[in-house]
């Protein structure tokens, strides 16, 4: 998600509040310590204050911003939805081959605020993430996933499993966060639709 924020602005604001944060403490100590502690040791003292502020962020990186999702919904439509969790999956396989044939499966998608992947578990097959892309829709501003994948067929007897790739783009529901839908290609010459359903914890 990090992916969708002005990556210079954010750094830039987290450089200010941490020189903020270390003058400030600087300038403390000096006014109500300075005899006794000195001016370099309150620098040192000031300036290490940064191993606290990487807790803050690891924090907030990993598991802080879905609090602030829970608590206010609207991030979902403002940034981008939380759709960490456990699916239900349809897979509509399209073309010759397919014929309109459904599979269902189950999708995991693990997301916090710097990555996002999702791992399938299908009759035969498993598939996991190569890379991610979210992004909002230019012209309705709707978020969208820009997915990319690995195929792993399960062995047979007699036979060895195959891989491929494939990619798809997949829509969300910036609101309710209950269904997402979306088209797939595949590297095996196939296509079809995809069609999630919220069965998160």
Do not use: A, P
């Given at each position: 998600?990090?992916?969708l924020l002005p990556i210079r602005?954010?750094?830039c604001w987290i450089a200010v509040i941490y020189a903020s944060l270390a003058l400030l403490l600087f300038a403390a100590l000096i006014?109500?310590?300075g005899k006794e502690m000195g001016l370099w040791p309150a620098a040192t003292f000031a300036f290490g204050g940064s191993s606290f502020l990487q807790l803050v962020?690891?924090?907030w990186?990993?598991?802080g911003w879905r609090w602030f999702w829970r608590r206010i919904p609207n991030f979902n439509e403002w940034l981008y939805p939380d759709i960490h969790g456990q699916w239900d999956m349809e897979i509509a396989?399209?073309?010759a081959n397919g014929q309109g044939r459904k599979i269902e499966a189950k999708a995991m998608i693990k997301q916090d605020f710097l990555k996002l992947s999702m791992t399938v578990i299908a009759p035969g097959s498993r598939s996991v993430t190569l890379s991610t892309v979210p992004k909002k829709d230019p012209e309705s501003g709707l978020p969208q996933l820009h997915y990319i994948f690995l195929v792993t067929t399960n062995p047979e007897a007699g036979t060895a499993s195959k891989s491929y790739r494939g990619a798809a783009i997949l829509d969300l529901d910036p609101t309710l966060q209950a269904e997402i839908t979306g088209i797939y290609w595949t590297s095996a010459e196939t296509s079809g639709t995809y069609r999630l359903?919220?069965?998160r914890d």
């Open positions: 998600m990090i992916g602005l954010v750094i006014t109500f310590g962020l690891l924090f990186f990993s598991v396989l399209g073309g359903f919220n069965r």
